[in-house]
C-alpha cells in the first residue's frame, strides 16, 4: 500500500472529476491535501501562490486539466471550446512554474500532469494534450537531478464523468473501438497516478503514461 504520510500534496482542479477523485485517494493515504479551484487563469495563480506561500512545503502537485467532450464538427461551439483550451494551457504551464519553485527551493517533489485525454478526434483537446506530453517530457529530464520527477497520465474515457446525454451516446460508440470494450474505472485512472506521486517512482520521469484500454495500439 502507497503511503504519504507527512507528505503535502495541492491538486489543480482538485474539486471536479477525476481530480476530486485523486485527492481524494492521496487524503486517504495520509496526505495533507490542498485543492485548487480552476478560476480564472490570473486569479487561479494568485490562490496557488497564496496557498503555497513563501514558507510552504510542497512535496506532490496533481496538475490536473479536465478534457473536452465536444467533437470538432460541433461548430456553434467550437470557438468556446478552443478558446477554454488555450486557457487551459496557459493555466497548466503558469501552476506548474509555481509549484517548481517550491520544489526546487526544498530539492524534492513528485509532479503528476493528468490531461484528461478522451480521443484522437477532439482536435481543439489535441492541443492541450500534446502541450503537456511536451512539458512532462522537457522538464522531467531538466530537473530530475534535482530529486523532482514529473510524469503524466493520459487517460480516455472514464466511467462517472459528466456527459450529455448526446456525448454519452456518441461516447457509447467509441467504447466499440477500444480494446477494453469500455471505460475506465476511476480508480484504474486514480492507482497510476498515486504511483508516480509515490517516492516508490523514483526511477521514473518525463514518462507521459496512457490508460486508455488499449487505444493507442
Known sequence: MIGFKNKTALVLNGNVGIGRKIASALQKNGATVRIIRNIEPDDTIEEIKKVLGKKSALDIFIN????????PD???RGLAVETRNKRNCTLFE????????????QGF??????ADCLVAEYVDYMYVRNTVIAVTKTFG???C???IYINAVIPCLIEGQDYSLAEKKYLDELCLNLPAGRPARMEEIV???LFLASEDSGYIFGQAIKVDGGLGI
Do not use: D
Not at 490536473?64 to 467533437?71: A, E, F, K
Not at 517533489?109 to 493528468?114: E, S
Open 64 to 71: 490536473y486539466l479536465p478534457g473536452s467532450t465536444q467533437r
Open 74 to 76: 460541433a461548430a456553434k
Open 94 to 105: 503558469a501552476a506548474l512554474e509555481e509549484s517548481l519553485a517550491v520544489m526546487r527551493r
Open 109 to 114: 517533489g513528485r509532479v503528476v500532469n493528468v
Open 141 to 143: 529530464r531538466r530537473l
Open 145 to 147: 537531478k534535482e530529486n
Open 191 to 193: 492507482a497510476p497516478v
